[in-house]
């Protein structure tokens, strides 16, 4: 079984600044990993997501993330936030092979403010 | 907008009544997955179904049943609601097991 810890249940940062989400993963088997948007009152978007290769992975809107597999980790960065950042974020594990039900983590609130 | 329709956006009804939530998903998506998400559980998965087939159940109570009908569309039964039983309910399709998962706006059950 697969399990997810999301460390920081909310990050407050000022607009511009950098920002890193952190993420660390439980799994006994060869995982996929991803990062999960939810806006308020909207489903969830897909940002990014590791599958094989390059541990360094770009998503959409800035944000990369990078699969460390020796600290089971996959912590979400962005150099320069921006307010409609402003929003959760759900790391998620599946496994490789299987039925690749997705393991959420409890989500990172992001606010950001001028 | 990801392709996944679910309907009804909001749902209010009360205990031990039954509902129904549908989800169409993307065109030439094959699996649909069911995810319930509660401020006290946090993003939980349901079920799976692949081409009309349940493949893969998780925290899913006996009070709630699925299916995948024939056009791939798929429908969540809940029934002897609870209050607890609140909470957004996600369908998500993938065009196949293993690749990227769409969710949909997700269903706003509320019972009171």
């Known amino acids: 079984a697969q399990s997810v810890t999301q460390l920081d249940s909310q990050v407050p940062v000022f607009e511009e600044a950098p920002v890193e989400l952190r993420c660390n993963y439980s799994?006994?088997?060869?995982?996929?990993l991803f990062w999960y948007v939810q806006y308020p009152n909207q489903g969830l978007q897909l940002l990014l997501k590791y599958l094989s290769g390059s541990t360094l992975v770009k998503g959409i809107n800035g944000f990369e993330a990078e699969f460390n597999k020796s600290q089971t980790s996959f912590h979400l960065r962005k150099p320069s936030v921006h307010i409609s950042d402003t929003a959760e974020y759900f790391c998620?594990?599946?496994?490789?092979?299987?039925?690749?039900?997705?393991?959420f983590g409890t989500g990172t609130r992001l606010l950001v403010s001028p | 907008d990801s392709g996944v329709t679910q309907t009804p956006k909001h749902l209010i009804t009360a205990t031990g009544q039954r509902v129904t939530l549908r989800c169409s998903p993307r065109?030439?998506?094959?699996?649909v997955y069911w995810y319930q998400q509660s401020l006290d559980q946090g993003l939980q998965f349901l079920i799976q179904?692949?081409?009309?087939?349940?493949?893969a159940k998780g925290n899913i109570l006996e009070r709630f049943s699925a299916q995948q009908f024939p056009d791939l569309h798929s429908e969540l039964n809940l029934s002897s609601l609870e209050l607890g039983d609140s909470a957004l309910y996600f369908c998500?399709?993938?065009?196949?097991?293993?690749?990227?998962?769409?969710f949909g706006q997700g269903t706003r059950l509320t019972v009171v």
């Open positions: 998620a594990v599946s496994e490789s092979t299987g039925f690749q039900k997705l393991v």
């Open positions: 179904y692949y081409n009309g087939e349940e493949r």
């Open positions: 799994s006994s088997v060869s995982v996929y």
């Open positions: 065109s030439g998506d094959l699996s």
């Open positions: 998500a399709s993938s065009v196949q097991q293993g690749t990227e998962a769409f």
